[in-house]
């Protein structure tokens, strides 16, 4: 846990000083989403919910097997 504690950090640096993590607040992808017709934004959202989810619950499982293995080696 100590080591994790120590490596975490370093790992958000890394991550917040990655060039392409600021291309996410692209102006021309933000106009041209608003631009675009009630169709395309509903499938922009659709996609990006499909996207999302299977993230989540990925994320979710791990954080719980990782909860509950710390739970039963204490």
């Known amino acids: 846990m100590k080591r994790l504690a120590k ?3 370093a790992a958000l640096c890394a ?3 990655t060039p392409s993590a600021y291309g996410q607040g692209c102006a021309l992808c933000y106009t ?3 631009a ?3 169709a395309a934004r509903h499938s922009l959202n659709l996609g990006i919910f499909v996207l999302l ?3 989540l619950v990925l ?3 791990i ?3 990782a ?3 710390a739970a039963t080696i204490h």
Do not use: C, D, E, K
Request: overall charge positive; hydrophobic content about 65%.
């Open 36 to 38: 675009a017709g009630a």
């Open 67 to 69: 909860v509950r293995r």
């Open 7 to 9: 490596l975490f950090p």
């Open 63 to 65: 954080l719980a097997f």
């Open 15 to 17: 991550l917040a000083l």
């Open 59 to 61: 994320f979710i499982s």
């Open 32 to 34: 041209t989403a608003a």
């Open 53 to 55: 989810v299977p993230t």
